[in-house]
């Protein structure tokens, strides 16, 4: 950030003026004192969770829900919810916009994410990541299969997770075509009998005036870039959340048909 302002993925933004920095400084401090307080506050519970209850977490994901309701309060970015949330076991699948995606559907209901394995070593974000109870899985070799029955227990747990099919982050204004590699999982060991998915969307609304991109994080964004811009923006847009009803996976006969339902689901409710 700087007086001439900076350019990522072909968007050209504005310099920066004193009240939008002013809005980074204090954000920043409330975002981090709010996300990294309440971190303390988890693990102390978890201390207890844990030899108590094993895999399940009764009381750790309250924490997790409340702190990424008040960031949405604190970037003054409203958040609405359609749909109903599934509540029996299974997992969720959504588009995948931005980074802001784990706050919005971590407070719209409380979930366990599925990330590649390399999110695990990131800095700060990794530690959050293992903190809040994150499945993380490998792509290949032999640590995968590992990663894969890590998987299917956490499923049978009765811990509701979310993935995102597309592999990457896009520019928020549409759905690239769902990988079905990890819907195997669904279909192993008995869990297609079981089990039910249910498609989520998330839908950005830009700011007034902004790029219809604004909240989306793709291509050569980085991060730092990406957080700035939306802790100086003055009138937020907003965030949609929306659940779409679950299926069961024994009604679909193989892994892309499922991927292919909720693909379409999901790009169906996208509309900006």
């Not at 994410?113 to 390399?118: N, Q």
């Not at 009765?158 to 204004?173: I, M, N, Q």
Request: charged content about 20%; overall charge positive; glycine content about 10%.
């Amino acid at each position: 950030m700087n007086g001439g302002g900076w350019k990522e993925a072909g968007i050209v933004y504005a310099p920066a003026g004193p009240w939008a920095i002013a809005r980074v400084v204090w954000r920043g401090l409330a975002l981090g004192v709010v996300t990294y307080g309440c971190l303390l506050v988890l693990l102390a519970l978890r201390l207890v969770e844990r030899p108590l209850f094993g895999l399940n977490r009764p009381w750790t994901p309250y924490v997790t829900q409340f702190v990424c309701t008040a960031a949405f309060g604190i970037l003054r970015l409203p958040l609405t919810v359609r749909g109903q949330p599934m509540q029996g076991r299974g997992a969720m699948v959504a588009n995948h916009a931005s980074w802001l995606d784990i706050f919005a559907l971590n407070a719209a209901t409380r979930i366990y994410f599925v990330a590649k394995s390399e999110v695990a070593g990131w800095a700060g974000i990794g530690w959050l990541a293992r903190a809040t109870g994150t499945v993380f899985i490998a792509r290949k070799g032999r640590e995968a299969k590992v990663q894969q029955r890590l998987f299917e227990q956490r499923l049978r747990a009765g811990h509701r997770l979310a993935f995102f099919p597309e592999g990457t982050s896009t520019d928020g204004v549409r759905v690239l075509p769902f990988k079905s590699t990890l819907f195997a999982a669904f279909y192993t060991h008995g869990l297609d009998e079981v089990m039910q998915i249910q498609p989520v969307t998330l839908v950005y609304h830009a700011p007034e005036g902004q790029d219809a991109r604004f909240y989306g994080w793709w291509a050569d964004m980085t991060f730092g870039g990406h957080l700035l811009r939306v802790l100086m923006q003055g009138r937020q847009g907003r965030v949609e959340v929306v659940f779409h009803p679950e299926v069961a996976v024994e009604d679909f006969p193989d892994r892309k048909a499922l991927a292919s339902h909720c693909e379409a689901a999901v790009r169906g409710a996208l509309v900006l």
